[in-house]
């Protein structure tokens, strides 16, 4: 598992979410990824030609580059999410902010979803109850980092964020 320790400035994610329970979370993610972004935007990234303000919003706030996991008491969070560049905030978008903090910065190589279901079972088993022990998760939150390319690709890169603090 390869992680590195890197501050970052605050930063506003744009996006929309849904309520997961974490027992099913590597089913139900990505089956919300399917639905509920790829198969209603395929055409616009076909296109690359907005029809609404929700389109719009996608395309230049790069909607699906992050994912955030937020936790709540049974359940988490889980987004679709792109860095907020500024603007009106359509119907069905939400905005979520993270403070500046340190974060440790994990990456991984490799088809979607298992390369990052393999990637985040390390994080929470193997890293946090032993080198993690040094820090504290700095907020409730975590995001999920995509590239551009083929998430089928042995070479697909992707990685998690956690923020942290010393402790």
């Known amino acids: 598992m390869n992680v590195t320790y890197e501050k970052k400035d605050a930063m506003t994610l744009i996006g929309y979410h849904t309520e997961i329970r974490p027992e099913e979370a590597y089913q139900k993610c990505p089956e919300f990824w399917d639905k509920e972004y790829a198969a209603k935007y395929a055409r ?61 910065v994990f990456t991984t190589k490799g088809p979607m979803p298992d390369s990052l279901q393999t990637l985040n079972t390390a994080v929470w088993q193997e890293w946090f109850p032993n080198e993690g022990q040094k820090y504290h998760a700095n907020g409730n939150a975590t995001l999920e980092v995509y590239s551009a390319g083929n998430p089928q690709s042995p070479d697909y890169e992707c990685g998690i964020w956690v923020p942290i603090s010393c402790g």
């Open 44 to 104: 616009l990234w076909q296109t690359m030609k907005p029809e609404n303000a929700v389109e719009k919003a996608i395309l230049e706030n790069r909607i699906g580059l992050f994912s955030i996991c937020a936790d709540s008491e049974n359940a988490f969070t889980y987004w679709i999410a792109g860095l907020y560049q500024g603007g009106d905030v359509p119907e069905g978008l939400e905005l979520y902010s993270f403070p500046a903090s340190e974060w440790a």
